[in-house]
């Protein structure tokens, strides 16, 4: 989209106007979010994602024999997601479905006995036999039919429950896995292990999506890999552990199973999730049931009134499941919002700051396998994920902390929260100086080639957004440029920016993101802005600016480079957009940044928010190893087997980005204007 031509001379009668707006809408945000604020002092968000999360609860419904009350509007929920070509897609608004997504929406809606020749289903169906039928489908759906009876479990790929034996020197430790992958590795394994199936009924099974009867399909997982390679080793090695385990020789498999069984127990989250996201949850429920728990057991029930408790949400009269739930960081990203407009606390935001106190994370988590000697310290991402606290929410935490008034920060309870967090976040550096979400130097390549690995990320490698948001908090803690750990972490950041000026992102779409969160962290350690390589990130914003003063950027991007800052703009990605040409304390840029403030005035609604349907926030890019890939080379695009629908990757519309980043961009334009 073209960059918008824009009137350099601005008269003091319109600054005056300009600002006086500006202050109305900064004031009605704020007073949204005070309205929105929760009685125990929090913030946050419906967290949505794909329709895959409704369908596959659908399915472990089945699995388990679970009658959750619901079920019927779940139905109901996925029938008016359906795209009119049949489809259901990965991220709102893409290009076209996802074979994946369509294939879990039909085989929930079967399950719940909508027949076969039901107009959504045979719409559906003509969509997927277009696509490639069932052979295209990645290998957690076809674990989700083998669940269900429609595929058969020796044509998945074997995920041995042994490996939970594996010592720490050996590449395929499970701690080597990310930490969503570890926490969903190991109930798949016990599933996998005892071919867990329970048959749909008769009348409700999927034969019409094997038009050429069951015995003509072609089950195999991709073949087509050069003769010599790591990926066609692993496919012969899981041929192997197949006809291992038709043999029924396995003499440790049930002392495996067993301490598969204790980690998983010993890893259920205190709300009765698991992993703080949906995969390892329900695999973890249908694992257990199989495991002889019992639906009253009090794991098991535990886990199924978390759905009801906090994961579901109403939209439109009816009922929608997330992927994750977001309260900590919705919370600290609202209160630096707050901040970032000048806001001095008032009771409601020292009971938000005192809910994230109480929500840190001071429990030893899988962390600590490799970071053994470190003082537990930070926050999750969730209210009740004390295994896995990340280091992008301890950062925040971090920067809101050191923002609050002498009065408050000087408190024992905050300073020592601050220390344990700065604390633990150094120790959590990656060795090449930048830091991941979850793990430190989380990034054996070799994982990513066993055939498991066909979806989302199965690494944690340090990413710049991470970092970046470690490094402003560092500098807002008074760590300066000398610190040995920043100025690796300040490396690292160099040396990830991209040709064109920007900068990847791995937590939010995209590179809008992904510079957004490193040119303030500059700006923050004191670096020169008029530095050639800063102006070209901030040029590369501004050139992306869209004609309606907006920025936007689609996760297609992800797969298609000429894509990158593109789309319909958001809230969301304007406000990222402003907050990036701030930092640099240019004034050059003052009319794109005035024309960014018209755009949120201009669609900020009546009660203080904005609308945004589109999914700005990443789960996965679906790479498979989360870091940045060049696609000039056309065998990388062959690689990761994804076009711009991301059928392995997982974008996500966080429903309060559109909230605090567009009021965090108003309130330090206001500033920057103001010089």
């Known amino acids: 989209m073209p960059t918008r031509q824009l009137n350099m001379a601005v008269t003091a009668k319109e600054a005056s106007t300009d600002r006086s707006r500006l202050d109305e809408a900064i004031d009605r945000a704020i007073d949204w979010l005070d309205r929105e604020q929760t009685e125990d002092g929090y913030w946050v968000g419906m967290l949505e994602s794909s329709y895959s999360m409704e369908a596959e609860w659908l399915l472990a419904m089945h699995v388990l024999g679970y ?56 719409r559906a169906r003509r969509w997927i036999f277009a696509h490639g039928g069932l052979s295209r489908v990645r290998v957690f759906t076809r674990y ?141 429920l249908m694992a257990l049931h199989g495991e002889g728990y019992d639906l009253s057991h009090p794991v098991m029930a535990r886990g199924l009134a978390a759905l009801d408790e906090h994961w579901s949400y109403e939209r439109d009269g009816t009922l929608h499941i997330q992927a994750s739930e977001s309260p900590v960081w919705d919370t600290l990203l609202s209160l630096l919002a707050m901040q970032d407009c000048g806001r001095e606390p008032t009771p409601a935001m020292e009971r938000a700051v005192d809910w994230c106190l109480g929500n840190e994370v001071r429990y030893r988590g899988d962390w600590a396998q490799k970071v053994p000697n470190a003082e537990p310290g930070g926050w999750a991402f969730e209210r009740a994920n004390l295994h896995y606290p990340d280091i992008d929410d301890t950062a925040v935490a971090l920067i809101v902390l050191a923002n609050l008034p002498e009065r408050l920060r000087e408190q024992p309870r905050v ?45 944690d490698p340090p990413s710049a957004d991470v970092t970046a948001h470690v490094l402003e908090a560092l500098a807002a803690l008074g760590y300066d440029r000398k610190h040995p750990a920043v100025e690796r972490g300040y490396r690292f950041l160099r040396s990830e920016q991209e040709a064109d000026g920007s900068w990847f992102g791995r937590w939010g779409v995209n590179h809008i993101y992904g510079t957004a969160a490193v040119l303030p962290a500059l700006a923050a350690l004191g670096e020169d802005m008029s530095q050639d390589y800063v102006q070209r990130a901030a040029d590369w914003i501004a050139a992306h600016q869209n004609e309606d003063g907006g920025w936007g950027e689609t996760c297609a991007s992800y797969m298609d480079d000429s894509l990158r800052g593109r789309g319909p703009s958001t809230a969301s990605q304007t406000g990222w957009a402003l907050m990036a040409l701030t930092a640099t304390g240019d004034h050059r840029r003052d009319e794109a940044v005035r024309a960014g403030l018209e755009y949120l005035v201009e669609t900020q609604r009546g009660d203080g928010t904005w609308d945004e349907p589109y999914h700005t926030g990443t789960g996965f890019p679906g790479y498979g190893f989360g870091a940045r890939l060049d696609f000039k080379d056309a065998s990388t695009r062959e690689r990761v087997a994804q076009g ?25 334009a206001r500033r920057h204007l103001d010089r």
């Open 67 to 122: 009658d959750h009350p619901r079920k019927s509007s779940l139905v109901q929920t996925l029938l008016n997601a359906q795209r009119d070509d049949g489809a259901w897609e990965s991220y709102y608004d893409a290009a076209q479905g996802d074979i994946n997504s369509t294939v879990e929406c039909y085989a929930a809606l079967r399950s719940q006995g909508l027949p076969a020749d039901a107009e959504p289903l045979v």
């Open 144 to 284: 989700w039919l083998a669940l269900i009876g429609e595929w058969p479990w020796q044509h998945t790929p074997n995920v041995p429950p042994e490996v939970i034996a594996n010592p720490k020197w050996f590449p395929f430790n499970l701690y080597n896995f990310a930490s969503w992958a570890r926490a969903t590795l190991l109930p798949l394994t016990i599933l996998s292990a005892r071919r867990t199936a329970k048959p749909l009924p008769p009348e409700c099974r999927l034969d019409e999506l094997f038009p050429n009867g069951r015995d003509g399909m072609d089950y195999r997982l991709p073949h087509d890999v050069p003769f010599f390679s790591l990926k066609r080793l692993f496919l012969a090695t899981d041929r192997m552990l197949h006809w291992y385990q038709s043999i029924g020789f396995t003499p440790f498999r049930e002392t495996a199973i067993k301490a598969c069984i204790e980690w998983i127990v010993r890893h259920q989250d205190a709300d009765g999730a698991w992993g703080g996201i949906q995969p390892p949850w329900v695999y973890s």
């Open 415 to 459: 300073r020592g929260a601050i220390e344990r967090g700065a604390s633990w976040i150094l120790a959590m550096q990656s060795s090449n100086g930048g830091w991941a979400a979850f793990d430190r130097d989380n990034d054996k390549l070799i994982i990513t080639t066993i055939p498991f690995c066909d979806f989302g990320e199965a690494l």
């Open 644 to 668: 711009t629908e991301l059928q392995r990757g997982f974008m996500l519309n966080y429903n309060m980005y559109r909230h605090y980043f567009p009021l965090m961009a108003m309130g330090r």
